[in-house]
Structures are given as C-alpha cells and as structure tokens.
C-alpha cells in the first residue's frame, strides 16, 4: 500500500517530442504528489507537484495530469530539449507522513 | 541562500568502521530526512524527522541511526558500516505546510564506499 510504482525505467524521446512518465499509487490517503529531476552529481530538485482536489497543473512546458479515481498520475513534458536529459522521479506524500518516491525513469532526448 | 549541506560529499571506509554523514539545513525546516539511492531501486528513505527530538523509520532504517538535537541539523550514523551500505546518500528537508508535506530541498549526496 505504501508503494508508487514508477514506468518506464527509461525513455528515449527525440528532440520537440512529448515525453511522458506514469506513476500509480494504492494508498488513498496520499495528499501531495511532485514529480522531482535530478542530473547527474545533483540531489535531486522539485519540478512540479499537485495535490489531488486538481487533475491538472501545468508549469511551462511541464505538466502533471492526475487520475484519482485510477489512483494514478503522469508527468508529460512537451516539445522536449535535450536539456531535459535528467532522471525524474515521482513521489507521495501524506500529511507529515513520510515521502516515497517511484524508482527512477532516465530520460534521453535526441537532438 | 537557501541550502542543504551534507558532509562529507565522498568518504571510502573499511568494514565496522563508524561514520558519521552530517546535514545541515538554513530555512528552518522542521521536515529532514535521509534516503539512499541506488539503481534501479530509487530513493528509499531512511529515517525522517518531523521536528527536534522527533524522529522515525523510514523504509530502510537498519544499520543507521539518526538524531536531532537541533532543528537545522540531522546527522546519519553507521555505527558499523557494512559493504551493503554502499550507496549514494541524499539527506532532504521540507517545510510542514497547513497541508503536510511541502517541497523537500535536497543536499548535494555523498557517495560512500564501504570495503
């Protein structure tokens, strides 16, 4: 229950094309989902996040759609850079309770 | 400028060894925790603290210990380091908004290796 699992692992995405990452949770009571990028050496930094009274947030080329009734939700990333090129990792939250994070999906986009 | 601040960023140890990995954070946070990393299995965490003298398990809790005596400092402790704790080590720490759990701010890692 207290699992987010993260698809896919990797992501190849040529350069202008829209990359998406999916997430799906079981426990219900989760109230705060952001997606984070981490590059290489880095820690990893927040890029978006929502909260489950929306389904949508868009931040620039950036946005999270959430599915509560399927208890999932994506991060798509329109007109795609290579600057993009990162791992990105979802992650759940509930209240004060602790973060968990999906496993990690390393995107490559092409030039 | 705001930061989160791990020491050391390297550290290569010998097997029972103790170790401490500290982390220091500016904003005030009252959220920290520790997460290890490593491929295909993401960040798992490692304990968590919700305020001074508050702290809890996370996922992956055995072999370390934590505490916090102070609000901007939360040290990670191997009191005798095994070789399956090699990892890449993220300390984190958020703000408890009305709402729970904000934006965490991550610490630039420090990668151990335990031989």
């Known amino acids: 229950q207290q699992q987010v699992k993260q698809s896919p692992q990797s992501l190849i995405v040529q350069k202008g094309g829209i990359s998406i990452i999916n997430c799906a949770y079981e426990?219900?009571?989760?109230?705060?989902f952001p997606w984070y990028q981490q590059f290489p050496g880095k820690g990893p930094a927040l890029l978006i996040a929502i909260r489950p009274d929306v389904s949508e947030k868009k931040e620039g080329r950036f946005t999270i759609s959430f599915n509560k009734s399927a208890k999932q939700f994506s991060l798509h990333i329109m007109d795609s850079q290579p600057g993009d090129s990162a791992t990105y990792f979802c992650a759940a939250s509930r209240g004060t309770y602790k973060y968990i994070f999906g496993t990690g999906t390393r995107l490559k986009v092409l030039a | 400028e705001a930061q989160v601040t791990q020491n050391p960023r390297y550290l290569i140890t010998v097997t029972g060894k103790k170790l401490t990995v500290t982390c220091s954070q500016n904003?005030?946070?009252?959220?920290m925790s520790w997460y290890r990393q490593d491929p295909g299995l993401g960040l798992r965490q490692i304990y968590y603290?919700?305020?001074?003298?508050?702290?809890d398990k996370g996922d992956v809790p055995e072999g370390y210990k934590v505490s916090r005596k102070e609000k901007r400092n939360f040290p990670l402790i191997l009191e005798s380091p095994s070789p399956n704790q090699t990892s890449l080590y993220f300390c984190?720490?958020?703000?408890?908004?009305?709402?729970?759990?904000?934006?965490?701010?991550f610490g630039q890692g420090t990668r151990l290796t335990v031989v």
């Open positions: 426990n219900t009571a989760f109230d705060y």
């Open positions: 984190a720490s958020s703000q408890l908004g009305n709402r729970g759990n904000t934006e965490a701010f």
């Open positions: 904003m005030n946070h009252e959220y």
């Open positions: 603290s919700m305020n001074v003298e508050v702290t």
